[in-house]
Every structure is written in structure tokens, then in C-alpha cells.
């Protein structure tokens, strides 16, 4: 029996996002943007989605006179990841037998 | 429109991820150069003046150090700002040299109140060591490493040293410690984010 994907991590760029900021304490979001590759606009919305599930924590704050967001993994975040991780084994060890 | 991704894709993205953060270090080679030649010049300096006599008050050459300090809170602020990320393992050596400053500066309140100035320079170079060969081992970084053992022997050969020569040994402490582990360090950085 399959143990069910995360729909919010199973994608790619939330799945980017979340793998990046499980190593880090905090990253700003030119650097996630930098790191994944991502289009300004469709970082945005998968950074919405992800903080609206409580996976990650957003700060905006100014920094001369620029907006600056600061994004942080959440204990629910960690754990989620953890459980998307162990999903994804059973279906690679699936795969294999 | 959001891609369909199988186990295996996921997998990979993970794992690129995970190593685009892995072994991310700021560049902190400008503050090993600037205290270690702040610590050359100012024992080196300080050797030369008792040697020759030059000055009543020698000491007064370590006035440098707090111009380093300020200088170096102005350089932390603006470093700050441009930033772009925070590493645990940056937070960790961060805390590890905030609390070596601390201890320094309770030892020197120690030892000064005591009068055993004598057995400040081993300690100071002792203390050297610590944070030194710490930073080494959480960046897996080699020279850093040697040269905290290096601050460590010299610690022990400052207490068969007379005084005065106990300034050389903490010039060549923070060469071995800090200048030259600074310069590769710097290079280092500059390899790694080509």
C-alpha cells in the first residue's frame, strides 16, 4: 500500500523551495529565487501556498526602502518534509522489488 | 501551470537543493586578516618600541584593537545588509567568536586585577586556539585547524619564554592562525562561488 504524497510538496518548485530551506535558517527571497530558478511571479504564488499551510513562516520588512521577504521552514514544515521524504522511499523501494 | 513530477524527479530536486545550501559559508576571511595583522602589527610593534626603548608606554600601541573593534561592528553591519541567507553553521561560528571576545575580555579583567600579567600572553594564546581550530572543524576547513594547534603549542612554549619574547610567539600565532588560513580562506570562497 502507497502512503499518499503531500500535494503541496509534490510539485516542483514548492518541493525546490522546501528542500532549500530545510538546511538554512532563513533565506531572503532573492536567494530562493536565485537558487531555483524561478520566475518572480510563480515564486510568489507557490510562497503563498506554502505559508498558508503553515510550512513556512514569511517575513516582510523594508531594507533601504526595498521591500525585503525572509522566508523560514516551520516545525510543521519539517515535519511534512520528513513524511514526504518517507512516502517517497516506499515508492522507490516499490519501484524496485 | 504546475509540472507532474515522478518519485525519482522529486528526489533529484531534493537533493540539488539540499546541496546548493550545503557548505554555504559567508566570507569571513576579511576578519581573520584584519585582527590577525591588527595582533602582528600591534606585538610586533610593541616588541620593538621595549627592544629599543623607544616609548615610556608601549602597551599603549594595543589602543589599535578597539579601533579594530569599531571598525569591525561597521563592517558586520554592512555585511549584514547584503546577506542573502543565514546558515545555522554560520550562527554557530558567529556565537563561537562572540564568546570568545567575552571570555578575553573577563580574562584581561581577571588577570588585571590579580597583577599576574605574566601569564596573560599563554592565556590569550591558549584562547586563540579555541574558537581557531572550532571554526576549522565546523567548516572542515584544514588550515584553520592546524592553526589553532599551533596557538595551542605556542601556548605552552610562551610559559619557557621570557616575557619580552612572548610577543613574537603571539605575532607568529596569529600568522599561523589567522593571517595565512585568512588568505586561503579567501581564496577558497572565490573558488567555491565562481
Known sequence: ?97 | MEKEISAQQSLEIIEGMINKAKNKFSDNSFLYLLWGWVIFICSVGHFIMIKFSLFNNPEYIWAATWVAVIYQIIYLVKQGKKETVKTYTDEVINYLWVSFGISMFIITVILGRGNTWITLYPIILMMYGTPTFLSGVIMRFTPLKVGGICCWCLAIAATFTPSLYVLLLLALAVVTAWIIPGYLLKVKYKKDNV
Not at chain 1, 522546501?18 to 510568489?44: C, D, M, P, Q, R
Not at chain 1, 503553515?54 to 516545525?75: A, H, R, W
Request: aromatic fraction near 10%; charged fraction near 30%; hydrophobic fraction near 40%.
Open chain 1, 1 to 97: 500500500m502507497f502512503k499518499e504524497l503531500d500535494p503541496i510538496l509534490h510539485s516542483q518548485l514548492r518541493l525546490a523551495v522546501v528542500s532549500l530551506l530545510i538546511g538554512v535558517k532563513e533565506a531572503e527571497f532573492t536567494f530562493i529565487k536565485e537558487k531555483t530558478n524561478a520566475t518572480a511571479g510563480n515564486l510568489s504564488v507557490q510562497i503563498q501556498k506554502l505559508k498558508d499551510v503553515g510550512y513556512i513562516e514569511v517575513e516582510k520588512q523594508f531594507k533601504d526602502n526595498y521591500p525585503l521577504t525572509t522566508c523560514s521552514i516551520t516545525k510543521k514544515g519539517v515535519e511534512a518534509f520528513e513524511k514526504y521524504v518517507k512516502a517517497l522511499q516506499s515508492y522507490l523501494d516499490a519501484g524496485k522489488k
